[in-house]
């Protein structure tokens, strides 16, 4: 029955083509904002350090408005990890209340970390205002390149024998993204997911550093950070978590399903406002997003960081969230992790 619910949890979550209905996006915003917005520079935070997801999709939209000229006051992107997340989006959730000029990159974290039950954070999607999804991404189960582990079985063979034997390590808490990420194979495998040794550090970057320093077997990192070492021989990708192969340097890269794993797992990446973000500030960046995501610039970011363009205005990105969070639960609840 676990299986069952995890797989159907699963389906709903990762598919791509949710209809999304509108919704209202008024309540909560701040009547008679000035017209002058932006009056000051704008900072993006990513909520973990350099080289990770969140961090790369702050840089690009920064850069993109930059080259755009979409935005004429500067944008700085800051790193601010903790938690996995968890973090800072405390502080965002309370002290950035009303600063329309703070903005904040987060991906499904933002939905599980709000739902799990060990360090689960108080603050999810209901504490901002959700301003557009941009992009998805895949899982990756990454290795050193001179790993004795040659494929994904290998390491579900090894941790069926002895779950002590192998550390799997991400870039998020445990239960968040990256844990679920490399537990769901272990799950499809027979394997009881909460005896899987899990280490977590403060996003991808340090969770490659980790595994290249010897202190990890095995990483769940996000498909499209990996390609650099990929290319210069640190590591090597045993599977994706996507449904059909990627491109780029991951072209030879198997999918789960490829390896008999029967699951799929998709990451999005979006960008939110506070939860009291005035009206103007609200209609000024839902217009430049979407001017944003038409442009050129912004498609040779996609490629560059190998991200798949999937764009949600405000209205239809929150009834999205709004139904990722229901599926999020019964996920959490299968895997034992629910609060």
């Not at 209809?19 to 002058?36: F, M, P, Q």
């Not at 987060?106 to 603050?123: F, H, M, Q, R, T």
């Not at 027979?190 to 977590?200: C, E, Q």
């Amino acid at each position: 029955m676990w299986k069952k619910l995890t797989t159907v949890a699963l389906a709903s979550m990762l598919a791509l083509g949710l209809t999304a209905c509108s919704a209202d996006e008024s309540e909560g915003k701040v009547e008679g904002a000035t017209s002058k917005y932006p009056e000051s520079n704008i900072t993006i935070v990513a909520p973990s350090g350099a080289g990770g997801g969140w961090d790369l999709t702050a840089r690009a939209i920064a850069k993109t408005m930059s080259e755009t000229k979409l935005i004429d006051k500067s944008i700085v992107v800051e790193n601010k990890p903790g938690g996995g997340g968890a973090v800072y989006m405390a502080e965002f959730a309370t002290k950035e209340l009303k600063n329309d000029h703070v903005l904040l990159v987060k991906s499904p974290p933002i939905l599980i970390n709000n739902n799990k039950a060990e360090g689960n954070s108080a603050y999810g999607y209901k504490d901002t205002t959700p301003l557009a999804q941009l992009t998805r991404d895949y899982g990756a189960i990454v290795v050193k390149a001179d790993s004795k582990f040659n494929s994904l079985k290998d390491v579900l063979e090894a941790i069926k024998k002895d779950p002590k034997s192998v550390t799997l390590a991400g870039g998020s808490a445990p239960g968040s993204m990256d844990h679920l990420v490399g537990v769901l194979p272990a799950f499809e495998y027979g394997i009881d997911p909460k005896t899987v040794k899990y280490v977590s550090y403060d996003g991808g970057g340090e969770a490659v550093a980790a595994l290249l320093g010897g202190n990890a077997d095995v990483i769940a990192t996000d498909a499209s950070t990996i390609g650099a070492y990929l290319k210069s021989g640190d590591v090597r990708v045993l599977a994706v978590s996507s449904s059909e192969r990627l491109g780029g340097e991951l072209t030879e890269v198997p999918t789960f399903k490829e390896e008999g794993i029967d699951a799929e797992f998709t990451i999005w990446r979006g960008i939110f406002g506070p939860k009291e973000m005035s009206e103007t500030a609200y209609d000024y960046w839902s217009e430049k997003l979407e001017k944003m995501v038409e442009s050129d610039e912004w498609n040779a970011e996609l490629e560059k960081n190998g991200w798949e363009s999937e764009y949600r205005n405000a209205d239809d990105f929150t009834t999205y969230l709004e139904e990722q969070d229901k599926v999020i639960v019964e996920l959490l609840t299968a895997l034992g992790m629910q609060k």
